[in-house]
């Protein structure tokens, strides 16, 4: 991996000097565009609608239009703001992990320690870590100011950067004024159903199904060319339910779940478990008495 940034974690006179790495990476398959009749590239130009000319990226800047008047604003100009010049994650507050909404997080990164500050950054870790707390952080990042969480990921420090509370849309939906009214019955057949896909979070045990056929579909394109047998190349599509189907009653849909739930965990049960012997085990026979 290579540090997008490097800085200093900053709390009170403390100062731990970290570099900063991306914590994620796309693994999407690259596609471009082209032209359908002739597999032409589709190319997008920075074309001037004063002149005509095609720019170049380095005099390409950024403007801000009121409606009357407009700004140009250089790559120098910004990298003047004194937000952009710093080099410091600054510690605001540590808050208590369970205050922070997941709805707020945006991009992960990784921190990993100067030579120099090893020891402070273990002293942060183990302090967060013991004190179920997560730092509240604000530091400057790609010509933007973050508001981040400072947190523990196993031994490694870590920052997510926040959205601002104004970012999140508040869920004013009119379909949720009136709450309609659930049973007891429903919600214990909607809890066992539930139970019965009940288990521990593995990530390990997921994958990305579309990118995976998208890559399956690319290869037999490039073996076999435009005239493909989809349904062969993927076998035959099964049957999908949608909601326009059959009507069922709630009770009825979730009494089926839970029915063919437990079928099912049972059919798992006993493939499992070794077969039994039938075969019972002869006693050994008496031993005579001497005469």
Same mark, same amino acid.
């Given at each position: 991996?290579?540090?997008?940034?490097?800085?200093?974690?900053?709390? /009170?006179? +403390?100062?731990?000097?970290?570099?900063?790495?991306?914590?994620?990476?796309? !693994?999407?398959?690259?596609? !471009? *565009? +082209? !032209?359908?009749?002739?597999? /032409?590239? $589709?190319?997008?130009?920075?074309?001037?609608?004063?002149?005509?000319? $095609?720019?170049?990226?380095? !005099?390409?800047?950024?403007?801000?239009?009121?409606?009357?008047?407009?700004?140009?604003?250089?790559?120098?100009?910004?990298?003047?703001?004194? =937000?952009?010049?710093?080099?410091?994650?600054?510690?605001?507050?540590?808050?208590?992990?369970?205050?922070?909404?997941? $709805?707020?997080?945006?991009?992960?990164?990784? %921190?990993?320690?100067? &030579?120099? #500050?090893?020891?402070?950054?273990?002293?942060?870790?183990?302090?967060?870590?013991? #004190?179920?707390?997560?730092?509240?952080?604000?530091?400057?990042?790609?010509?933007? &100011?973050?508001?981040?969480?400072?947190?523990?990921?196993?031994?490694?420090?870590?920052? *997510?950067?926040?959205?601002?509370?104004?970012?999140?849309? =508040?869920?004013?939906?009119?379909?949720?004024?009136?709450?309609?009214? +659930?049973?007891?019955?429903?919600?214990?057949? #909607?809890?066992? %159903?539930?139970?019965?896909?009940? /288990?521990?979070?593995?990530?390990? @045990?997921?994958?990305?199904?579309?990118?995976?056929?998208?890559?399956?579909?690319?290869?037999?394109?490039?073996?076999? /060319?435009?005239?493909?047998?989809?349904?062969?190349?993927?076998?035959?599509?099964?049957? @999908?339910?949608?909601?326009?189907?059959?009507?069922?009653?709630?009770?009825?849909? %979730?009494?089926?779940?839970?029915?063919?739930?437990?079928? @099912?965990?049972?059919? #798992?049960?006993?493939?499992? &478990?070794?077969?039994?012997?039938?075969?019972?085990?002869? @006693?050994?026979?008496?031993?005579?008495?001497?005469?």
């Amino acid at each position: 991996m290579r540090a997008i940034w490097t800085g200093a974690i900053t709390f /009170g006179l +403390v100062n731990v000097p970290v570099k900063v790495y991306s914590a994620t990476e796309d !693994h999407d398959v690259a596609l !471009h *565009q +082209v !032209h359908d009749a002739d597999g /032409g590239r $589709i190319r997008y130009q920075r074309r001037c609608e004063i002149d005509g000319k $095609i720019i170049p990226y380095e !005099h390409i800047a950024k403007a801000y239009d009121d409606g009357e008047r407009t700004v140009i604003l250089t790559a120098e100009d910004l990298a003047s703001l004194p =937000a952009e010049r710093s080099r410091e994650i600054d510690v605001v507050e540590f808050v208590p992990n369970d205050q922070l909404d997941p $709805i707020m997080f945006d991009k992960s990164y990784y %921190l990993e320690p100067d &030579s120099k #500050s090893q020891k402070a950054y273990e002293l942060l870790r183990r302090t967060l870590e013991d #004190s179920d707390r997560t730092a509240i952080v604000n530091f400057a990042l790609r010509q933007k &100011s973050r508001l981040a969480a400072l947190r523990v990921r196993g031994d490694v420090l870590m920052i *997510q950067t926040l959205l601002w509370n104004d970012e999140i849309r =508040a869920a004013e939906f009119p379909s949720l004024q009136e709450r309609p009214r +659930v049973t007891q019955r429903e919600l214990q057949l #909607s809890e066992a %159903l539930m139970e019965s896909f009940a /288990g521990d979070f593995e990530p390990e @045990k997921f994958s990305d199904e579309y990118q995976e056929e998208l890559r399956k579909l690319i290869d037999a394109k490039l073996e076999q /060319g435009d005239a493909i047998d989809t349904a062969e190349t993927f076998g035959e599509e099964e049957e @999908k339910k949608s909601g326009g189907g059959e009507v069922i009653d709630l009770m009825e849909a %979730l009494q089926r779940s839970v029915e063919r739930s437990r079928s @099912k965990g049972s059919a #798992s049960a006993e493939k499992k &478990s070794p077969a039994k012997k039938s075969e019972t085990k002869k @006693k050994p026979a008496a031993k005579k008495k001497p005469a």
